[in-house]
Nanobody, 109 residues
Framework: QLVESGGGLVQPGGSLRLSCAAS????????MAWFRQAPGKEREFVAN???????QYARSVEGRFTISRDNAQKTAALQMNELKPEDTATYFC?????WGQGTQVTVSS
């Protein structure tokens, strides 16, 4: 099971931190990813982090977002800085075939 939290409404240029809590599997064995889906658009990759800690980012968020994980706590996070209106979407946590329910991020003045 994956449960996201931390979404909300923020002004352009602001920051949010999303969290994903995992349960029911050996978290440290798996890479973990964040995806997002804006209204009327396909779900897109945002970032991922391997069990080793290696990270990858979509070009649109590189330098602004930071993904992290805590294997002991079975949690992952996405720190989002310098948010833009185009970052508005529902953000999903993903591990293997499992998805969270999503958390809404809205960037608007």
């Amino acid at each position: 099971q994956l449960v996201e939290s931390g979404g909300g409404l923020v002004q352009p240029g602001g920051s949010l931190r999303l969290s994903c809590a995992a349960s029911g599997f050996t978290f440290r064995w798996y890479s973990m990813a964040w995806f997002r889906q804006a209204p009327g658009k396909e779900r897109e990759f945002v970032a991922n982090i391997l069990g080793s800690g290696r990270k990858q980012y979509a070009r649109s968020v590189e330098g602004r977002f930071t993904i992290s994980r805590d294997n002991a706590q079975k949690t992952a996070a996405l720190q989002m800085n310098e948010l833009k209106p185009e970052d508005t979407a529902t953000y999903f946590c993903n591990v293997d075939i499992y998805w969270g329910q999503g958390t809404q991020v809205t960037v608007s003045s």
